[in-house]
């Protein structure tokens, strides 16, 4: 399965951005479609995932109650709906999908796409 993610830009404090994960075709119901990012000089971390069936939604501590992720099954499409931006929001966002429901560990993800670079201005 091929991923494109878009919706990435340059976005002042306490704005928002709407990302974006393509699929070229929809993984088994049960399959996760994660968000992950990676700042510079540090190391990939975990955003947040949900299944096709819409089950197994789990955020990072980081983003809870500021960031929703959501599926379009009819679009082949996981977005990430980010408000109350911060600066340390600032990263390179990657979509990832692989077989473990609500799974925040990177190297259960077998597909990646490239990433979509988010810049937060304070």
């Known amino acids: 399965v091929q991923l494109q993610a878009s919706g990435g830009g340059l976005v002042q404090a306490g704005g928002s951005l709407r990302l974006s994960c393509s699929a070229s075709?929809?993984?088994?119901?049960?399959?996760?479609m994660g968000w992950f990012r990676q700042a510079p000089g540090r190391e990939r971390e975990f955003v947040a995932t949900?299944?096709?069936?819409?089950?197994?939604?789990v955020y990072a501590n980081s983003v809870k109650g500021r960031f929703t992720i959501s599926r379009d099954i009819a679009k082949n499409t996981v977005s990430l709906q980010m408000s109350s931006l911060k600066p340390e929001d600032t990263a390179v966002y990657y979509c990832a999908t692989g077989p473990w429901a609500g799974n925040s560990n990177s190297k259960n993800y077998n597909f990646w796409g490239q990433g979509t670079l988010v810049t937060v201005s304070s």
């Open positions: 949900i299944t096709w069936n819409g089950g197994g939604i």
């Open positions: 075709r929809r993984t088994a119901s049960s399959y996760a």
